[in-house]
């Protein structure tokens, strides 16, 4: 499929950039409404693609101060965290994929959240030895240490242009003067009213007199705008030591979490070297594990190497898409873990082999059940996070995947510093074989362990060759890896970046054995033919994720940048000066 794709451009790419050539010389030397820009280096169309319109605007402004990706993402995802308080925020943590274009290299910032030291195998096991699901989501026991504050941190000192004092400036202030709750947000909270309820201080921030907020009602959150000041002020210590910390310990164990000052004093987000495999031109650059998404993702791709899909009508390409996840995603629950405490065989998933291997076991004319597919049991998913893509003009790039986990985290906001902390813990197997939130399960390498970090399935990713550059990620828990592989699909085939954040979405995750789908995305006959060839469907009852993606088009140096519509996002090109 690559193979052909590749041809196709090779073609393409010879007879656009003569077209190039002429456009760019006639640009420079003889258009009369060229004007000089104040940057003289910018060369691209820079854009911001995220799941907020006030969180894009603040990436623009950024990029309009002279800021970079990195400086314009810090900005998108602090006033994420403020505006967005149920996806992710400073209670939370992340993975964030860079590109530098100056030195043609990919970096990986692993924010995610860690296990803290009291914390093991069997935290949140009661006495008779089943799972305290309780513990597990609600409070500030269910939540890791975060890595966001590192993350912003860690990203302006050394890939950044501004300061944090710059950076931050627009989620302070959105959080001062506070946003309007949309209907996202009333839907979102729904969820969790009854935990939130349970928490005064959360409820007297997010809830309107303890009820769901009205439309149009205004959220302010004064103590997280001081507290990203002291972020912004002071950088890591000044949320990781310091009054911050202090208060964050104190709330925490008096709601019965069990963090330790060292906990917090000792985080430190890991730079992890990204996956990276060369199909040809096209290169796919995604997360490592403590992800498990980049290795599902690239398994995916090497499997359907073998097929020319794209030919294929659509019931038999849902069938082999749906076999290829099925094993994928098997292979993810067996082997991924956090890597610096459990061995994760990477050369080996990503190996042609492997690829090879699984593919004899593809049946084209039915489903393989996935219990005949030896191995352990999957397990993981989630209700809200956040994706966000951006470009500058220099083509720099940021691909950042966001999370507290459940909608607004554990619902725990410790009083005094606004921060809703995260239940990423849910992501570590609770215990071999439990079901977590969502009715899956896990097995050893995910278990429980002080300073572990829980495995996830946030994916983002770039996919860049010499004609273009894609940029992706969504929310969406265990379905992250799989929407993200049908977004890369649609890029694959050539369609404009708004195709890959609508597309109609379906999933398969090993276990449980079924395709899920949205409501719109089989038609009837469809789903007859599917269900011929022994797939169980089951029809999720609503839309899920919410992809922002940019795409670059080096040939015609034209960005184009789309929000999902099933979110409330707003993605925006930004001319060149
Ligand atoms: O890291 C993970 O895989 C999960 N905590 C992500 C949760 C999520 O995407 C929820 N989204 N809707």
């Excluded at 990706?69 to 400073?90: H, K």
């Excluded at 849910?426 to 071999?432: G, H, R």
């Excluded at 009837?524 to 795409?551: S, T």
Aim: glycine fraction near 8%; aromatic fraction near 8%.
């Amino acid at each position: 499929m690559l193979a052909s794709l590749r041809r196709q451009r090779g073609l393409l790419r010879t007879a656009v950039s003569f077209f190039l050539l002429l456009s760019l010389s006639s640009c420079t030397l003889f258009d009369p409404w060229f004007s000089p820009s104040t940057d003289t280096s910018a060369r691209i169309p820079a854009a911001v693609a995220s799941a907020h319109p006030l969180a894009t605007q603040a990436g623009l402004d950024i990029l309009a101060a002279g800021g970079n990706a990195v400086d314009a993402a810090i900005a998108v995802a602090a006033s994420l965290g403020v505006v967005e308080p149920y996806s992710a925020g400073i209670g939370g943590g992340g993975f964030w994929l860079l590109y530098d274009a100056g030195e043609d290299r990919y970096r990986f910032i692993d924010a995610r959240e860690t296990a803290p030291a009291a914390a093991h195998r069997d935290y949140y096991l009661d006495a008779d030895g089943r799972v305290n699901r309780d513990r597990a989501i609600n409070g500030p026991s269910a939540a890791g240490i975060p890595g966001q504050p590192a993350a912003f941190a860690h990203l302006s000192e050394h890939y950044g242009q501004l300061p944090l004092t710059q950076t931050l400036a627009a989620a302070i202030q959105q959080a001062r003067d506070g946003f309007a709750v949309d209907e996202k947000y009333r839907s979102w909270l729904g969820f969790r009213l009854e935990t939130l309820r349970r928490y005064p201080e959360s409820a007297r921030i997010f809830l309107q007199q303890n009820e769901i907020p009205a439309v149009g009602h205004i959220i302010r959150q004064p103590d997280l705008a001081d507290t990203l000041t002291a972020l912004a002020r002071q950088g890591h210590a000044g949320f990781y030591q310091g009054p911050v910390a202090e208060r964050l310990l104190t709330e925490v164990r008096r709601h019965g979490g069990d963090w330790s000052a060292a906990d917090l004093a000792d985080y430190r987000v890991i730079e992890r070297q990204p996956l990276q495999v060369q199909y040809g031109e096209l290169k796919v650059i995604s997360a490592p594990p403590p992800s498990s998404g980049g290795i599902a993702l690239i398994q995916m791709l090497n499997m359907l190497n073998h097929y020319t899909w794209q030919q294929l009508p659509a019931v038999p390409q849902t069938h082999l898409l749906t076999e290829v996840m099925r094993r994928a995603y098997r292979d993810r629950a067996e082997f991924l873990g956090d890597p610096d405490f459990t061995k994760v065989p990477v050369s080996m998933l990503l190996a042609e082999q492997r690829a090879a291997d699984w593919v004899k076991s593809i049946n084209m004319d039915s489903a393989t059940p996935s219990l005949s597919l030896s191995g352990s049991k999957t397990h993981d998913g989630g209700f809200h996070t956040t994706h966000l893509s951006v470009i500058d003009h220099q083509g720099n790039m940021v691909s950042a995947t966001l999370s507290i986990n459940l909608p607004f985290g554990s619902a725990f906001t410790a009083a005094g510093t606004g921060v809703l902390l995260n239940n990423e813990m849910d992501d570590f197997s609770a215990k071999p074989g439990e079901p977590n939130a969502y009715g899956l399960v896990g097995n050893e390498a995910n278990a429980i362990a002080p300073g572990k970090r829980p495995l996830s399935s946030m994916t983002p990713t770039i996919i860049n060759s010499p004609q273009q550059a894609a940029i992706l990620g969504t929310p969406g828990g265990s379905r992250i890896i799989s929407m993200v592989f049908l977004g890369a699909l649609e890029h694959l085939q050539g369609k404009p970046v708004e195709d890959w954040v609508s597309r109609p979405r379906f999933h398969h995750q090993y276990l449980p054995d079924r395709i899920e789908h949205e409501p719109d995305t089989f038609s009837a006959d469809e789903q007859e033919a599917l269900q011929a060839l022994g797939h169980q469907l089951h029809n999720v009852g609503r839309d899920y994720g919410n992809m922002q993606a940019i795409l670059w088009n080096k040939a015609t140096n034209r960005v184009s940048a789309a929000a999902d519509p099933r979110g409330l996002g707003h993605a925006e090109v930004k001319p060149l000066p």
